[in-house]
């Protein structure tokens, strides 16, 4: 006998509700890929920088600019939650929070740490 069970064709992701440790996984992998893009682009500055002072005093000077210092932030909280969650999947892996409430409050914990650092490096920038 077959089962009659209705499944459904197209899945609408958006509609589906994502407990927190869910979302906080997903963040993890897109901040991964937001440090691996932005990190070869910095190499490319630190290489151009180092090839003159005159290309160093524009490297300087291209730094200061609002927007690459808020894209710089965005980077910074970026390595930020990446090293933290990145910390509580380790942890994970080792035993610990892995039941579902003790998941959802690390996932918790790692967001509101990085708010915190987020908040920390945007006065050190700014």
């Known amino acids: 006998m077959k089962s009659q069970k209705v499944r459904p064709t197209n899945l609408d992701l958006t509609t589906i509700k994502q407990p927190v440790s869910a979302i906080a996984s997903i963040l993890h992998r897109i901040s991964g890929v937001i440090n691996f893009i932005l990190v070869g682009f910095l190499l490319i500055l630190l290489d151009f920088s180092l090839q003159s002072s005159n290309n160093y005093q524009s ?66 920038l700014v």
């Open 59 to 124: 490297i300087v000077s291209f730094l200061h600019n609002y927007f690459v210092i808020f894209i710089m932030w965005g980077f910074l909280t970026a390595l930020t939650y990446h090293l933290f969650a990145g910390i509580r999947h380790m942890l994970m892996d080792l035993g610990y929070f892995e039941e579902i409430a003790s998941g959802r409050k690390s996932a918790i914990v790692v967001m509101i740490i990085t708010i915190i650092f987020s908040l920390i490096i945007l006065g050190a």
